[in-house]
Nanobody, 128 residues
């Protein structure tokens, strides 16, 4: 059973940067996709970025493209989300999610409803 452990986040001023990390424990070698999601108070959880191990590609939502960068470490058992040019609208609880069956496209389309493996959540607050 894969478990995801998140670290990072915190409080930052608008325009600043923060980093989130997600490490997969209990992971067996093979295909997997790891994605980042966020949920602001009163809003639905939304996909932000995803990494697929089969070809190393990443996918971003329009809301973070060009500001957030998702990278995978050499073992590909962890991903880091570098969040730059933060805006107050980026304030939310951030979650990583993992699948060994489906693509990043699937993760963006229906992952919020069907992903079974989630990190514990990391709070990001962007405020002056």
């Amino acid at each position: 059973q894969v478990q995801l452990v998140e670290s990072g986040g915190g409080l930052e001023q608008p325009g600043g940067s923060l980093k989130l990390s997600c490490t997969a424990d209990g992971f067996n070698e093979g295909y997997h996709a790891i994605g980042w999601f966020r949920q602001a108070p009163g809003k639905e959880r939304e996909p932000l970025a995803c990494f697929a191990s089969n070809d190393g590609t990443t996918k971003y939502s329009d809301s973070v493209k060009g500001r957030f960068i998702l990278t995978a470490d050499n073992s590909k058992k962890a991903v880091t989300l570098q969040m730059n040019r933060l805006e107050p609208e980026d304030s939310a609880q951030y979650y990583c999610g993992w699948t060994d069956q489906y693509t990043c496209h699937w993760m963006f389309e229906v992952g919020v409803m069907y992903l079974e493996v989630w990190g514990q959540g990391s709070l990001v607050t962007v405020s002056p």
